[in-house]
């Protein structure tokens, strides 16, 4: 199964913006790259998701290298409420189904 | 739309017994999941379902069963209840799984813990 690798933990000061790295050097050309994020005791949630352009939603932005082989995920002015786990997965293409990691630990400060 | 719903919120369990972990869904979803998470750790796939009469394993499956007789429901049972099966239950449903994927839909989750 192609595999990502995230930072452990991540710190942001509250309204300023936060790029969350994710390097995925084995994905495959089918491989679309999702990420979501799971608030303390809540179940995850989607955030967002890409094949090959960046793309934008209303939670965030997802930037994706030329090559593939990286991805950012970008909030633009974090809040409190955006502290929690990021995951970043790879799905639909050589794998069937959302394999999650670890993930990076936000934490926001005021 | 109440999205995905799981009872009960939280349990304890004695070892050796049995119980069921209800899941709901009201989007029309094909696809849903069930998911165990232990603590500090992602998320891994137990079961998942793409349709009413048609289940398949994931990655842990062993000590579990599951049932799909509806589009809305998806029962996890637990038979024979062990300590290794403390963790938190989280129940999922997208619409297809298809190239790229939808994105899944995630309830609350079930805190279980066996004693």
């Known amino acids: 199964d192609a595999k990502t690798t995230q930072p452990n933990s991540m710190e942001s000061n509250e309204e300023e913006p936060v790029h969350l790295p994710c390097n995925h050097s084995?994905?495959?050309?089918?491989?679309?790259i999702h990420w979501y994020r799971q608030l303390p005791s809540q179940g995850p949630e989607y955030v967002i998701h890409g094949l090959t352009s960046n793309v934008n939603n209303r939670m965030a932005s997802l930037a994706i290298a030329e090559d593939r082989k990286s991805s950012t995920l970008i909030l633009h002015r974090a809040t409190l409420r955006d502290a929690a786990v990021y995951y970043c997965?790879?799905?639909?293409?050589?794998?069937?189904?959302?394999?999650f990691g670890k993930g990076t630990k936000l934490s926001v400060k005021p | 739309n109440a999205g995905v719903t799981q009872t009960p919120k939280f349990r304890i369990l004695k070892i050796g017994q049995s119980m069921t972990l209800q899941c709901t869904q009201d989007?029309?979803?094909?696809?849903m999941y069930w998911y165990r998470q232990d603590p500090g750790m992602g998320l891994k796939l137990i079961y998942y379902s793409v349709g009413a009469g048609i289940t398949d394993k994931g990655e842990v499956p062993n000590g579990y069963n599951v049932s799909r007789s509806t589009t809305e429901d998806f029962p996890l049972r637990l038979e024979l209840a062990a300590p290794s099966q403390t963790s938190v239950y989280f129940c999922?449903?997208?619409?297809?799984?298809?190239?790229?994927?939808?994105?899944?839909?995630f309830g609350p989750g079930t805190r279980l813990t066996v004693t």
């Open positions: 999922a449903s997208s619409y297809t799984r298809g190239t790229g994927g939808r994105e899944q839909y």
């Open positions: 084995t994905i495959s050309g089918t491989d679309y």
């Open positions: 997965i790879l799905y639909g293409g050589s794998q069937g189904n959302l394999i």
């Open positions: 989007m029309n979803h094909n696809y």
